[in-house]
């Protein structure tokens, strides 16, 4: 297992829709476990392929405290929504940023395993809204494009200050929440 790049808004590679996965082979159990070992490492609680790099529709999500519940989504379609949920969200594609999202409060999800077995099942709260979240990265969506644009530009400006200032070894103003406080998908 390796740990993989996220990669951070505004990165253009994270606009491109996701193609279908049509081989479930080794390579692919690989990007899996990877896409695992980076979630946990970052910390989080869903990842997209899209955010490191691969462009194809696989979800992985484990929001379990314990980190013994690894869910893996591959080609999902929502059947069903159902009710509303706003929920505060941040994203490992976005990282330190956190706001208020509106999502169908529960889902029925068609998809497969990492095994090519096809699934129906019904999420409901957080994991409807990861899976949700997670989904959008799979069309090329950010969390970010639900807020509006004077926000989205005010994030957009202090992720280059961030990533200029760890660049060049200077300390980012602002620890953000201590570890556990919020998770990002």
């Given at each position: 297992m390796a740990l993989r790049t996220i990669l951070?808004?505004?990165?253009?590679?994270?606009?491109t829709r996701a193609q279908p996965v049509t081989r479930f082979d080794a390579a692919l159990g690989t990007l899996i476990d990877d896409m695992f070992e980076t979630m946990y490492g970052a910390p989080g609680i869903g990842l997209a392929a899209t955010q490191v790099d691969v462009h194809q529709r696989l979800i992985v999500i484990d929001?379990?405290?314990?980190?013994?519940?690894?869910?893996?989504?591959?080609?999902?379609?929502?059947?069903?929504?159902?009710g509303e949920a706003s929920t505060e969200e941040g994203c490992l594609s976005v990282p330190g940023i956190f706001d208020e999202v509106k999502r169908a409060a529960k889902i029925r999800l068609r998809a497969q395993d990492r095994d090519g077995n096809l699934f129906e099942r019904d999420f409901e709260d957080i994991l409807a809204v990861c899976i949700q979240h997670e989904m959008d990265h799979l069309e090329g969506k950010l969390f970010v494009d639900y807020l509006s644009d004077l926000k989205r530009e005010r994030i957009r400006k202090k992720l280059e200050k961030e990533r200029k200032e760890r660049a060049t070894g200077a300390t980012a103003t602002g620890a953000g929440p201590p570890a556990g406080a919020r998770r990002a998908y």
């Open positions: 951070e808004y505004p990165d253009p590679r994270l606009r929001i379990s405290p314990e980190r013994n519940q690894p869910l893996t989504i591959i080609n999902p379609q929502i059947l069903t929504r159902e």
